[in-house]
């Protein structure tokens, strides 16, 4: 069973986003600094709760030769990842936060609803 709003996502293509769990969860590094894996949302599938994250949880696929790839074999594809395993990535200080939504006047005059990092305060839709 799925969530009750299945198309309620705090995360959308394009956006920067940080992997917390899986094979690509945060490590330390050497100094004891925390180094984590980034990534740009390429597409969001929000019937599944799952985003494709560019360059994070990398699969082998097996191919046929088709006239797009006439050898065939194993690619590497990206795959799927949970919602609830990523986390955006504060504009302001480069670290995973949670997002807050807010109403902010617009160009226009009218109220606009944003997404802002709670970390920071800095909006995210510009």
């Not at 899986?22 to 019937?47: E, Q, S």
């Not at 797009?68 to 609830?84: D, L, R, W």
């Not at 986390?87 to 200080?93: A, H, N, Q, R, S």
Request: proline content about 7%; overall charge positive.
């Amino acid at each position: 069973m799925g969530a009750k709003r299945p198309n309620k996502l705090h995360i959308k293509a394009g956006d920067t986003v940080i992997v917390m769990r899986g094979k690509d969860a945060p490590t330390r590094n050497k100094d004891g600094k925390v180094v984590y894996t980034r990534g740009r949302v390429l597409k969001v599938f929000p019937k599944e709760q799952r985003a494709l994250v560019e360059g994070c949880n990398m699969v082998k696929k097996h191919t046929r030769p088709s006239p797009k790839n006439p050898q065939g074999g194993i690619i590497e594809v990206e795959a799927p990842i949970h919602i609830s395993n990523l986390m955006l990535e504060d504009p302001k200080t480069k670290e995973p936060t949670r997002i807050g939504y807010k109403f902010v006047e617009g160009k226009d005059g009218k109220m606009k609803k944003v997404r802002y990092a709670k970390k920071s305060g800095e909006v995210i839709d510009k």
